[in-house]
RNA sequence: GGAGCCAUAGCCAAGUGGUAAGGCGCAGGUCUGCAACACCUUCAUCGCCGGUUCAAAUCCGGCUGGCUCCU
């Protein structure tokens, strides 16, 4: 069995998986693309040691800020896990909101190494690139607008990479729960945990920035990427604060579409007052599918 | 009391006679390599009343509300 908790961003996830992790033998493995990543504590909103319970967790803190990581290593990284924690006779439980990464890992897509071979087609244009992926072929369903897809799919035909329609899982017993909440309640909670953590990220953020590291990661996360033009002296940090609860609430809505559509998810609705009830409800859930 | 300016979607905002740009938000989506990414769809008849005109958000009058100045 492998348990997947899922869900939008400050809904509870990290609690839920120690706990699962507590009654089922497990270990968790984070699915977080910025919790993978060293130093990006605070803002990530990563599990501390002490949060973890003595619960083993993999995949945090395996990528230094420099490093390129994406799906192709996560998928590589998590599969290892989730069968080394397999062999040991525990149960793995993926915790995390990044989806694709999730189905990456789970499902069966077919990454290579990343190719400095990838072209650029720079001199394509997106429906030059859309034109030559439809007439390989018809079925291809792609945005026109969407430059980076395009790019990607373009280079998977000429590798002549099959990419299959529907993918499939290739474990077998997933459980997927999904934890969710009221819109309004979820938006105040991430609303509360970042002016809570307002204080120390900004001391995070500050030190990454004298570093004056170039990261991808560090240009990409929320609750990073807004508080530079606070350094810079371009911003309010009222205004950098404020477009950190923007980017969030936009995401935790992309999550919940997300996981709503790729994903076969059971959700479960969290009670706050009283999370007992909700590990209870999970364990229904698993106990009735595995 | 007088004079002037303004009034377009939840917010910002273009449009000065020919049938409402755009941005943000909201809502709904897409998803096999930046995925906390990238992208897509949807969303108003122009403060109210009346007039001029084939045609008004655009011109005229009145009303209401806001801002500035004067007494």
Not at 214 to 239: D, V, W
Request: charged share 30%; net charge neutral; proline share 2%.
């Amino acid at each position: 069995m492998i348990i997947c908790v899922v869900g939008p961003t400050g809904v509870g996830k990290s609690k839920l998986g120690v706990s699962l992790a507590k009654i089922y033998n497990g270990e968790v493995i984070n699915a977080d693309s910025v919790a993978i990543y060293k130093y990006l504590d605070i803002g990530s909103a990563k599990i501390t040691l002490k949060e973890q319970e003595g619960i083993p967790h993999h995949l945090i803190d395996v990528a230094n800020l420099e490093d390129n990581y994406t799906i192709y290593d996560y998928q590589k990284d998590a599969r290892k896990a989730i069968s080394q924690i397999l062999e040991k006779g525990k149960v793995p439980i993926l915790v995390g909101g990044s989806g694709l990464y999730i189905k990456s890992a789970l499902y069966d897509y077919n990454l290579e190494e990343e190719n400095t071979k990838d072209k650029e087609y720079e001199e394509l244009s997106n429906e030059d690139i859309y034109n030559k992926i439809k007439a390989y072929d018809e079925s291809i369903e792609i945005d026109k607008n969407n430059r980076r897809r395009l790019v990607r799919m373009l280079n998977k035909i000429s590798k002549e990479i099959i990419i299959s329609k529907d993918a499939k899982l290739i474990y077998d017993n997933v459980i997927f729960i999904g934890l969710t909440t009221d819109t309004n309640l979820l938006y105040e909670r991430i609303n509360k945990r970042l002016d809570d953590m307002i204080i120390p990220l900004i001391d995070e953020v500050d030190n990454l920035y004298r570093k004056n590291i170039k990261s991808k990661a560090l240009e990409n996360a929320i609750g990073y990427k807004e508080l530079f033009p606070f350094f810079r002296h371009e911003q309010t940090l009222e205004s950098c604060v404020e477009q950190i609860k923007q980017n969030s609430r936009n995401y935790a809505k992309r999550q919940f579409t997300f996981f709503k559509h790729q994903l076969p998810v059971n959700w479960v609705n969290v009670n706050y007052e009283d999370f007992s009830k909700t590990i209870l409800e999970c364990v229904k859930i698993i106990d009735n599918q595995k």
